[in-house]
């Protein structure tokens, strides 16, 4: 079964894991901006950021086998600095519009702010003028209260709910996300968010329409495998192939597919390491 990893922060991760990656039948990914690490003082520490996960990281994974795509935001996490924000945001537009973007975010809330929310509503007003996918982050903690706010902005604005991700729900969100019409992600995280066995029973429970699994596998205690992982706990609770190939395969390539860049190559053949090590 081939896997699209739809939201992996693969600036974390190693050449191994790319070569896991593929070994487990993932051939394509989309990496959404993140926080890496510590706050960022300046504006060209984020446009250097940008540039290297659309095109170095889109390089280093082709050489295993993988297709790589990247969208670019101001995470939620480094907006209170005001004016930081509108510099950044000032310079998006040239990485959005890049080859290799194919889609808005993450943008939503991280602790429920007014500054979280005034750049959260800037950069869904440029997406939405694009027509891009946007990638839409739920706070970890205040889920319910985050995912009533970004309902709320999403229909004040306008926003088209099939271009849409909400990421990072839970038991006690899915139903209000889903209720948005807008897709609904879950991640996949060893210890902390769901496991597959969460997974499996949300998708038992609400069924697999506009559903979207992803690993993140960012700097914490996280899998690049957990889709892998996930697939194989579904099979081993009866889901249907179909249902998990809708999870893993048709439903990200239906929600990134209103991106004209995304095209990815499923058949990339992995380089010998001696080759691109010279």
Known sequence: MIIIEPHIHMYSRTT?????????GIRACVEPSF???TNRRYAGTFFDYFQLILEFEAVRARRFGIDHYAAVSLNPKETEDRVLTDEVLDGLATYLDHSRCVALGEIGFNLITPNEEYAFVRQLRMGIERKMPIIIHLPHTQKPAGIKRIAEILKAEGALVDRVVIDHNTEETIRQ????GCYSGMTVYPISKLDPERVSEIIRQ???GRMIVDGSADWG????LSLVKTVAHMRSRGHSEATIQTLVYDNPMAFYAHSPNWKPALDIVPLDPREFQR
């Open 35 to 37: 926080w890496m690490g």
């Open 221 to 224: 205690v996280s899998d690049p």
């Open 16 to 24: 191994d894991d790319y070569v896991a990656m593929y070994k487990a």
């Open 177 to 180: 996300s889903l209720d948005t």
């Open 206 to 208: 609400y069924g697999v």
